[in-house]
């Protein structure tokens, strides 16, 4: 069982930045960043690989950067040039064995670990 503990949220206005962390309690292949806005369902946002390889979804291209420290089992989302339709709560996720890779790097099922979750918001 890995448990993960999203901090770094909070309120910004348009144009603004911020910076997500997850601290994993335990080593994962594959961690994500997705995020579910009212009335919406949770879509994926970002995904790194334990090698490093990345997947964004096309709304945060050029404006998101995630990476992760292995060493600290931490996962980072740099949030930049916000607007305010990236205002969700966003949530930390991280897979459990490499046989969850038959799932796409952006769908829910490829992951079994959940953080709480954390809020967004983008002011106009």
Known sequence: QVQLVESGGGSVQSGGSLRLSCAASGY?????WFRQAPGKER???????????T?????????FTVSRDN???TL???M????PEDT?????AASATYYSRTYTAL?????????QGIQVTVSS
């Open 88 to 92: 969700a709560i966003y949530f930390c």
């Open 107 to 115: 769908d829910t099922k490829r992951y079994r670990y959940w953080g």
């Open 76 to 78: 980072y989302l740099q």
């Open 28 to 32: 994962t292949p594959d961690m994500g």
């Open 43 to 53: 879509e994926g946002v970002t995904s790194i690989s334990s090698g490093g390889t």
């Open 80 to 83: 930049n040039s916000l607007k």
């Open 71 to 73: 060493a600290k089992n």
């Open 55 to 63: 997947t964004y979804a096309d709304s945060v291209k050029d404006r």
